[in-house]
T-cell receptor
Framework: GENVEQHPSTLSVQEGDSAVIKCTYS??????FPWYKQELGKGPQLIID?????GEKKDQRIAVTLNKTAKHFSLHITETQPEDSAVYFC??????????????FGKGTKLSVKP | EPEVTQTPSHQVTQMGQEVILRCVPI?????FYWYRQILGQKVEFLVS????????KSEIFDDQFSVERPDGSNFTLKIRSTKLEDSAMYFC?????????????FGPGTRLTVL
């Protein structure tokens, strides 16, 4: 089955700096890769996702890149702010036609943005 | 904005007791999921549900677990005889609207504590 590895487990940056979180996946059939942000005591919140037919996607300060050949994808946050501090999870799934695959999550990255 | 809701927010039970966790998915969604997160660990898939039946389940989802959609709005997870190791945060998620088939939206979770 699918296995997702995520690095680093903790990341501390100064406000205004960039943060990069990397994930690798094992199943080449996986075709959907979301990123979730989880704040303390809350459920995971989808912040951005990418499908396997796209190499990069950007939404304001957040971008995700996907390398299908190497089976890795990354989250990039620019101009970090203290409110970006949270745990970030990458995930992978196989969605095809009308079928929705379950999400396989990485172990999470605790991001701390120091003011 | 529509959201997934879960009740209760916190459930404390004695080992061996039955618990039912409740979820109201987003109204036009077609796919429903339960995930769990043991404290400090990654989110793990339990079960997915579509068209009134289980479509996929993990090895965690053994005979002690069951899911049900008793009416048009609720989606429940039942644990028949709780064990200490069932203590975790349980998240419900839904997906599959016509507009965004892949995105899974998570509820705020139910913290289950088994004593």
């Amino acid at each position: 089955g699918e296995n997702v590895e995520q690095h680093p487990s903790t990341l501390s940056v100064q406000e205004g700096d960039s943060a990069v979180i990397k994930c690798t996946y094992s199943d080449s059939a996986s075709n959907y890769f979301p990123w979730y942000k989880q704040e303390l005591g809350k459920g995971p919140q989808l912040i951005i996702d990418i499908r396997s037919n796209v190499g990069e996607k950007k939404d304001q300060r957040i971008a995700v890149t996907l390398n299908k050949t190497a089976k890795h994808f990354s989250l990039h946050i620019t101009e970090t702010q203290p409110e970006d501090s949270a745990v970030y999870f990458c995930a992978a799934s196989l969605n095809y036609g009308g079928s929705q695959g379950n999400l396989i999550f990485g172990k999470g990255t605790k991001l701390s943005v120091k003011p | 904005e529509p959201e997934v809701t879960q009740t209760p927010s916190h459930q404390v039970t004695q080992m061996g007791q039955e618990v039912i966790l409740r979820c109201v998915p987003i109204s036009n969604h077609l796919y429903f999921y339960w995930y769990r997160q043991i404290l400090g660990q990654k989110v793990e898939f339990l079960v997915s549900f579509y068209n009134n039946e289980i479509s996929e389940k993990s090895e965690i989802f053994d005979d002690q677990f069951s899911v049900e959609r008793p009416d048009g709005s609720n989606f429940t997870l039942k644990i028949r005889s709780t064990k200490l190791e069932d203590s975790a945060m349980y998240f419900c998620a839904s997906s599959g609207s016509l507009a965004s088939r892949d995105e899974q939206f998570f509820g705020p979770g139910t913290r289950l504590t088994v004593l």
